[in-house]
């Protein structure tokens, strides 16, 4: 980065940032998609914009929902990781 004068150093900045929030966006939307498919799409799920397709958000919304079984909660938490990596895919990205 130092080899980078500040006009172009913005521009990495934005760049950067744009990745990350596609990167954020994308790991929501890929681990709602996966554990909706693993549970093969339960009416109990919420978020369901048309067919099988979930909001990007509906996750958050599902691990806060104490009425759903106690074996949907393990799946949510099995996920987890997969979408913290996925996260780390914008920061990366940027790194390299």
Known sequence: ???IDEKDRM??????????M?????????TTQMIAGELAYPEALSGQMF???YQPFAIDAWRKDGELPLEMHRIFRRYGLMEWMLYMTGPLACYC
């Open 22 to 30: 596609a990167a954020y966006l994308a790991a929501k939307w890929l």
């Open 11 to 20: 521009k990495f900045f934005g760049i950067c940032i744009v990745l990350c």
């Open 1 to 3: 980065m130092d080899g």
């Open 51 to 53: 067919g099988h397709v």
